[in-house]
């Protein structure tokens, strides 16, 4: 059976949810109801999560499901049930002087549909932690999950069946087509996670409609890795932050900056790291594999073009080739000071390959993270506070950790968004709920007001308590 949305459904879709939301704006209690019932039926569907995500990717690491996938979805849930009401309850502004006795305020309202676009690399961590937030934030949502994981969509719909009806959340499957055209309805927010090249088009597409966008992109994340911090420390944090998910991850490290002096102390470390971590695998359970086949072949590319260039290649992993193309198992591997316009330093590698490059001076690394594109994240690894303080005053991105990887991630408090190429916009935890939110601001009159004294004609009293404002 195809399962696929027919394009003429999109619109009359939209339409039903508008008009529902339009009848009936869910209050805190619709809320909080609807919170609470998605987490007892998300905790209920974990294992056909994780079965249906391992099916989408041929093997991915159950224990990489359940803390990327459901750890995640469950703590945002969480967060988002405790600090609700807080959230939504209107900010008190302070008017000045100038404006007494009135009051002001600042109130959440929420916008009305919302839009997601979810990728595949995190199939429903990507999808559900926006839609907490537009749900917080008393929107409908219309979800277009990735195509490239159809059975992880699939449990997606079924699960938000369960726990919302048609005209409060929709699903929309299909492929690129029925992307473009998801992407040109007149949402009133559209939050797209994935490659910046796709991200151009979704904001190109939401444009006629001045459809407010949020871009969840990536580029080329750096560990900047100073002389002062310990190898075997830097090579299992980096391992983490580059390996998890077999390296399929937005904010996964893209690059590694060593000095030279340690280079090859480094790769050796990265090399026993992993071995220690995935043995030669032989038996792979906890290796992720590459989510399809045009992506291994872009992955195989890449290093192709380090090869010609006369790069060192060290795969870190020794496997059979016709396993390693049948499985699409990508072993862990290094690529040894490629130049700049080798196509793993040009392009993001999403993939199990880590580019490392060593420089001579700290500000020589700086210089070259500076020269490109601002990533979605960046890891500092020093011991000295006045070196950390160097790289975040020198350098800009959308997040940071320091001394590890990918763990700003998941604090929910932290904002979560790119920055130039890498995005824009942010989400999780309150950053979450006020990006689907228009703050409205409401400015309440007293009973006796200055206005009624401030009009024309300007002279004698009138004039002196203008000209006594103005000052």
Not at 12 to 38: E, G
Not at 241 to 260: E, P
Not at 336 to 352: T, W
Not at 425 to 436: E, L, N, R, V
Request: charged share 25%; net charge positive; proline share 7%.
């Amino acid at each position: 059976m195809d399962a696929t949305t027919p394009a003429d459904e999109l619109q009359p879709t939209l339409q039903r949810l508008h008009a529902a939301w339009q009848a009936r704006r869910p209050d805190l209690a619709q809320r909080r109801a609807d919170l609470q019932r998605l987490r007892a039926a998300f905790a209920a569907g974990t294992e056909a999560m994780d079965a249906a995500i391992r099916a989408d990717f041929g093997h991915r690491s159950t224990h990489e499901n359940l803390i990327s996938e459901a750890m995640i979805v469950k703590a945002e849930l969480g967060h988002a049930l405790r600090h609700l009401r807080r959230w939504t309850r209107p900010r008190r502004i302070a008017v000045g002087w100038r404006f007494w006795p009135a009051r002001a305020q600042v109130r959440p309202q929420p916008l009305g549909v919302v839009g997601i676009i979810a990728p595949w690399n995190y199939p429903v961590n990507l999808a559900l932690v926006p839609l907490v937030s537009a749900i917080a934030a008393g929107n409908h949502v219309y979800l277009k999950p990735s195509e490239h994981t159809p059975r992880t969509a699939l449990w997606l719909r079924e699960l938000l069946a369960q726990v919302f009806p048609p005209e409060r959340v929709a699903v929309a499957l299909g492929g690129p087509e029925l992307g473009a055209a998801f992407a040109a309805l007149p949402f009133d927010h559209l939050l797209f996670t994935g490659s910046t090249a796709v991200g151009r088009k979704v904001l190109a597409a939401a444009a006629p409609n001045l459809t407010p966008v949020t871009l969840e992109l990536g580029g080329k994340a750096p560990a900047i890795l100073a002389p002062d911090f310990p190898l075997p420390a830097a090579a299992a944090r980096i391992a983490g932050g580059k390996w998890f998910n077999a390296g399929q991850t937005c904010i996964g490290v893209d690059y590694a900056l060593v000095d030279a002096a340690r280079r090859d102390a480094f790769v050796a470390e990265l090399r026993d790291e992993v071995a220690a971590r995935y043995g030669d695998l032989a038996n792979a359970d906890d290796y992720t594999r590459i989510v399809n086949d045009g992506q291994y072949a872009r992955l195989r590319g890449y290093l192709d073009d380090a090869r010609a260039r006369g790069c060192e290649v060290v795969e870190l992993i020794a496997l059979e080739p016709a396993r390693a193309q049948r499985e699409r198992l990508f072993a862990p591997t290094l690529v040894l000071d490629p130049p700049d316009d080798a196509l793993v330093m040009r392009e993001e590698i999403f993939g199990p390959i880590l580019p490392v490059r060593s420089y001579r001076t700290l500000e020589e690394a700086l210089a070259l993270v500076k020269a490109g594109a601002r990533p979605l994240a960046l890891y500092a690894f020093s011991r000295d506070r006045a070196t950390v303080e160097r790289i975040l005053e020198q350098t800009s991105s959308g997040g940071v950790t320091v001394n590890d990887t990918l763990l700003h991630f998941g604090v929910h408090e932290l904002p979560f968004g790119g920055i130039g190429p890498s995005g824009m916009g942010a989400i999780h935890g309150k950053a979450g709920f006020d990006t689907f939110s228009k703050q409205l601001p409401v400015f309440r009159q007293s009973r006796f007001a200055a206005s009624d004294w401030i009009k024309p004609p300007y002279r004698g009293r009138v004039d002196k308590l203008i000209r006594a404002l103005a000052r």
